[in-house]
């Protein structure tokens, strides 16, 4: 295992009711901007819970963040925040919602270009605090210290981490998710599966406790994912999910282990180019990707197929062919296509993509810097 330091800041108020708690977390005399998304909160209740909770509090709202948050949106929320003099924030919605809210309090009090802090060519020196009420499950946004950011400008779609990321609080109630059709929850289950993998299935390195993590993880959403999306008010079965989505991405099955993170890199270009969902790019690519790198990955592809699918002991090459098929048919029970070719995606893609990562120096990518241009070409090609 590598050395690492983890500091994970945020409070969790997980449950039901949870919400009437947010006025004891945010000070009294602050001025709060809500940030929300297009509207679903005011159907649901979510928005009315958190009014209520929020009485005696000067609160502004802003409305309209997209399901992959634009920065050119998120740009009139900074203004609104600058002139409004507010010095508090709160984010009420799913992931989207909370990486928007991140960029807009990291943004607020920047002195130059904020747009630079995506491109990772400044870093903020001071952030204006945030909590969440968190409405979707799958990003595990509200306990970390990442948001992906789109410029419709330039089509782009990047990643920032910066500490001051973190929310101060995130309200977790599994009854808030319950009002979400069938393909969003199917959408969170994919986007919690491949983080997780994404840390997970790269190479041994004696993290025990990690790869356990990860492992219970998986095979939770794999039990409890169907169980969800057959009765949506479960509220056991929903509370599992929740925290699984938490979980997969706070950092801590992270820890002293390698990452890979290019299925996220893939799949931020083709929601980029051709709007697909963010979980609908991740459940083309990351089963190509494995077979791509199952030479590089054996050891933990492997141990997944063993420890996650339950593959008896057998021709190891076989073992990992049927865990990446079953990875795929998983995705596939959800509701979720698995072929480009489906989704409306060419074949050019694959150059353009592969132009992109030159022209940025990412390549070669992936945890062992393995994967090249062409091996990029041959995941898109399969994944046509």
């Not at 309209?64 to 709160?90: C, S, W």
């Amino acid at each position: 295992m590598d050395n690492f330091i983890f500091q994970n800041p945020v409070k969790i108020l997980f449950g039901r009711g949870q919400t009437s708690l947010i006025s004891n977390e945010i000070p009294k005399n602050s001025k709060v901007l809500l940030t929300c998304g297009g509207g679903s909160i005011r159907k649901n209740g979510v928005y009315d819970e958190v009014v209520s909770a929020m009485k005696g509090i000067d609160l502004i709202e802003f409305w309209g963040i997209e399901p992959n948050p634009v920065y050119e949106t998120l740009m009139k929320a900074v203004e609104m925040a600058r002139a409004e003099n507010v010095d508090y924030l709160l984010a009420v919605g799913g992931g989207s919602v909370v990486d928007g809210t991140k960029f807009i309090s990291v943004a607020i009090p920047y002195k130059g270009d904020p747009w630079e802090i995506i491109q990772k060519k400044g870093e903020p020196a001071v952030a204006i605090p945030f909590g969440c009420v968190l409405t979707l499950p799958a990003t595990g946004s509200e306990m970390n210290r990442g948001a992906v950011i789109s410029r419709r400008e330039t089509k782009e779609k990047l990643a920032f981490h910066n500490d001051f990321a973190f929310p101060k609080f995130s309200v977790l109630d599994p009854i808030h998710t319950f009002s979400l059709p069938p393909k969003q929850v199917a959408n969170g289950i994919v986007d919690t599966f491949v983080h997780v993998t994404e840390q997970y299935l790269t190479f041994p390195v004696d993290a025990a406790i990690q790869d356990r993590f990860s492992e219970s993880i998986l095979c939770a959403l794999i039990e409890e994912g169907p169980k969800t999306l057959a009765n949506l008010t479960d509220y056991n079965s929903r509370a599992n999910l929740v925290w699984s989505a938490t979980m997969g991405l706070n950092g801590l099955i992270g820890c002293g282990v390698p990452q890979d993170w290019v299925t996220h890199q893939i799949g931020h270009e083709l929601t980029a180019y051709f709007g697909l969902d963010h979980a609908q790019t991740l459940a083309v690519i990351l089963p190509n990707l494995l077979w791509v790198q199952r030479d590089s990955k054996r050891g933990k592809l492997i141990q997944y197929a063993r420890r996650v699918w339950n593959i008896p002991q057998e021709n190891e090459d076989k073992m990992i062919e049927t865990a990446i098929a079953n990875t795929k048919s998983f995705f596939e029970s959800l509701g979720l296509a698995t072929h480009l070719s489906k989704l409306g995606a060419g074949e050019d893609i694959s150059e353009i993509i592969v132009n992109r990562f030159q022209a940025r120096k990412l390549l070669p990518m992936g945890e062992s810097k393995n994967l090249t241009a062409e091996r990029i070409r041959e995941i898109l090609k399969l994944s046509i």
